[in-house]
């Protein structure tokens, strides 16, 4: 994704300078109630179909990115010019009114050439205004000169040729304003999810060159509150071998559960929670029962048996594919093979 | 793609004129082949107070539905003239799902969801009135969990509503505060209602029947709310509880023996009266502690201050399955009694003297009905002396009466 980031900006520097000449990111839009009808309308992209973004608008990148049926992502963030978004250590940073985060969902034709033949599906926009953060999912056309509000969802199909070279067929979900708020939603307040200090802390291609995203915001003046750089938690990458099966397996959970299984999050009836800070080893599901799985439980006793993947819940869910039983419940129609993998392992390794 | 209707109601939405939807008014769904996506968008951008009215017909969903705009009524035509059915399903792990204060759901089916039919989480005043939830191929461990499923919601009133096939609990109320749950029928499911982690609840002049167990009263540790307590189960009936456990095993309604009548697990300050229960093969009555270990300081594992009285025994006991068979056959002998109590205390002091006041069970029946403690903490500390206590007369007592649930969206004639 760092690649195609890269080789897309120089593209749009070649097509012509476009950020000298592009009106600027439109804060008035932002700022209304209602919802633009079209992506362009915000101004947030100079080069929308090649993601490049407008000035003032940042790319940045999870450490640990959340599995949506494989898609590739862009994901940046605007704040109106001169603010700045207040550290957490743990929680996501708390971006002034006005600002925007912005992800696109996108398959390349064929994933072992990732710059190449990119489809945009999807753009979602959480726009923080003054009656809280909401969410609003564009689906781009055809052409991809555009996208187009979509509050009900929509569902269509999409392929690619995954890294393995095999063909691979789904129905993209487009999520409807609902099932945003489905994970979004933290003490009964719309919150983002992504741009915490742990999951932000690592070296990213910028269009300048690699750079320590926590040094960008700091060197840019995005951010107030942060401590010096070497006291930012960081989490470990899932395909990291270099760090420990508990520290990855920690951090995918974090990002792909734990928004909602938290006592403030809408998996709270569970009693499972799995933030990345959680010590509880019940709440963590060892040899925790199910309360309301039904047969999501799978004919099995406990969300984690230490050491035994086969027997353990979690797992069960995550490799399935059936609506009355998948984990996660929204985002995803096909089985994230490595981070089942991750877990199997980590699962087994459990004392 | 969008018809007509759903352009129109999205046309005003955006463009914030309200004449069309504002408050109170409503807003009629075509019979349109897309009603998945004009439904849904009616769900969205409906005014605050808006009811939406769903023609006669039956609809096919592929994807689940989701209400979270607050005090939106959902009407259909009626509970088997409008049914939405989720057949096909192939996202969403409920049919519909409500996250908004003040909903009202009537008139309509929901039918086949391979989850959950109707979820509530988190809302005050939930209404489920005259709703059918069901899975039309009859038992079967790969239906649906839950039929009608609020959870984490206050005042929540669940009327005439008729629940069948779930491979949970047809109607289940979790971790949930001032509930009323009357006049509905739950039949061919694991558990017919199931009343979990909950305070305040009446659960009155229902039907439950050919379910594992009729009406079941639970606690459950490592839970954000417990201490299930002051639950009333009255003018029931919860007869010929008939059919095989098919929950999956995990789940503790799998452990229900087949043929249980009212069954009380854990809680406190649960009154049972007036109810009628018979041809349960297991028991008709049974009071026990939560039967697994557990890693929770705060949970309290037994059923203190129950109160069983004035109730009608039929047949009973005379088959009885699963737990029951293996731990309670052994000590009665068949048939099993009308009323079962495991004897489970706090301690020494009470498996000799009894609870303390305030953690004892009361039972009042009519003469003849037959009881047994089966003093299973008792027989640990003194297995020479193992036996159980037949005399229904040692468990005399009451508990104070409490005042019936009223709840604020019946106040308000909504």
């Known amino acids: ?168 067929n789904i129905t993209y979900g487009v999520p409807n304003k609902n099932q945003c708020k489905g994970c979004h939603i933290l003490a009964k307040k719309f919150t983002p999810i992504g741009p915490k200090a742990r999951n932000l802390n690592f070296e990213f291609g910028y269009p300048g060159g690699e750079e320590n995203q926590m040094a960008y915001w700091l060197r840019n003046e995005l951010l107030t509150g942060a401590p010096p750089l070497d006291k930012i938690p960081t989490v470990a990458a899932l395909e990291d071998t270099s760090a420990s099966l508990d520290k990855r397996a920690r951090a995918y959970l974090d990002i792909n559960c734990a928004h909602c299984h938290r006592l403030e999050g809408p998996a709270s009836t569970s009693g499972l929670f799995l933030t990345y800070s959680e010590t509880n080893q019940a709440a ?55 981070g089942v993998a991750l877990l199997r392992a980590w699962i087994k390794g459990l004392p | 793609m969008r018809s007509t209707i759903g352009a129109l109601v999205f046309y005003l939405a955006v463009m914030g004129c309200s004449a069309a939807n504002a408050a109170g008014s409503i807003i009629k769904i075509g019979p349109a082949a ?103 191929n009859g038992p079967d461990a790969k239906n649906g969990s839950y039929g009608v499923y609020p959870v984490e919601s206050k005042n929540v009133l669940i009327d005439r509503t008729l ?24 039949e ?33 540790p490592n839970l954000p709310q417990k201490g299930g307590h002051s639950i009333r189960v009255y003018n029931n009936k919860s007869i010929a509880n008939d059919t095989a456990n098919f929950a999956p095993p995990g789940n503790i309604v799998g452990t229900v023996p087949r043929g ?20 349960n093969p297991t028991v008709n009555m049974l009071i026990v502690a939560y039967p697994n270990e557990f890693d929770d300081d705060g949970f309290n594992p037994l059923a203190q201050n129950i109160y069983v009285h004035d109730n009608i025994y039929g047949r009973g006991g005379w088959d009885p399955d699963g737990a029951a068979k293996e731990q309670i056959l052994p000590k009665t002998g068949l048939p099993l009694p009308d009323i079962i109590w495991d004897g489970a205390v706090d301690g020494v002091w009470s498996a000799f003297f009894g609870p303390n006041s305030g953690d004892a069970i009361h039972i009042k029946e009519k003469e003849g009905t037959s009881f047994a403690n089966l003093d299973f903490v008792y027989d640990m500390i003194v297995p020479w002396d193992a036996g159980i206590d037949r005399d229904i007369t040692n468990y005399g007592g009451s508990i104070p009466p409490r005042e019936a649930i009223i709840l604020p969206q019946e106040k308000t004639g909504n």
């Open chain 1, 1 to 168: 994704m760092r690649v195609l980031y890269s080789v897309l900006v120089a593209l749009s520097l070649i097509t012509g300078s476009l950020t000298a000449t592009a009106a600027p990111v439109n804060d008035e839009t932002i700022l209304q109630p209602r919802p633009a009808r079209l992506l362009s309308d915000y101004n947030l992209f100079v080069g929308a179909s090649a993601q490049t973004p407008n000035v003032g608008v940042h790319p940045f990148a999870l450490r640990q990115p959340l599995f949506t049926d494989y898609a590739h992502k862009f994901r940046f963030f605007y704040m109106p010019a001169g603010s700045k978004a207040q550290y957490s250590e743990t929680e996501v940073f708390d971006l002034p009114v006005g600002s925007v985060l912005v992800k696109t969902f996108a398959y390349p034709a064929d994933f072992r050439k990732p710059a190449e033949n990119i489809r945009l599906v999807e753009t979602r926009l959480l726009i923080h205004q003054k009656s809280g953060w909401n969410a609003w999912a564009y689906v781009w056309n055809e052409d991809q000169s555009d996208a187009v509000l979509k509050v009900a969802g929509k569902s269509f199909p999409v392929s690619w040729i995954d890294s393995a070279g095999e063909t691979q």
């Open chain 1, 284 to 338: 963590l599901g060892y040899r925790k029962r199910p309360v309301a799985a039904g047969r999501g439980s799978g004919d099995l006793h406990f969300d984690i048996v230490p050491g035994d993947p086969d027997t353990s819940i979690l797992i069960f869910r995550m490799a399935s594919t059936d609506p009355g039983i998948m984990m996660p419940e929204l985002g995803r129609s096909v089985v994230h093979s490595e």
């Open chain 2, 34 to 136: 897309d009603i998945q996506e004009t439904l849904q968008e009616a769900l969205i951008l409906a005014e605050p107070g808006s009811t939406i009215l769903i023609p006669e017909g039956l609809f096919q969903f592929t994807g689940a539905l989701s209400l979270d705009v607050p005090n939106i009524t959902v009407r259909g035509a009626g509970r088997d003239k409008t049914i939405l059915s989720f057949k096909g399903q192939i996202s969403g792990s409920e049919g519909l799902l409500i996250t908004s204060d003040g909903a009202r759901i009537e008139a309509l089916a929901i039918e086949d969801t391979p989850g959950d039919g109707i979820k509530a989480k988190g809302v005050d005043q939930i209404s489920i009135i005259d709703v059918r939830v069901e899975w039309t």
């Open chain 2, 163 to 186: 629940v069948r096939g779930a491979s949970d609990a047809g109607i289940y109320v979790g971790q949930s505060q001032q509930i009323i749950v009357r006049n509905s029928v739950a």
């Open chain 2, 188 to 220: 061919f499911n694991v558990a017919g209602i199931e009343i979990e982690n909950s305070y305040f609840a009446d659960v009155h002049d229902n039907i439950s029947t050919h379910n594992t167990g009729g009406i079941l009263i639970f606690d459950l």
């Open chain 2, 260 to 279: 249980t009548g009212i069954m009380v697990m854990s809680n406190h300050d649960v009154e049972v009266y007036g109810n009628e229960m018979g041809e």
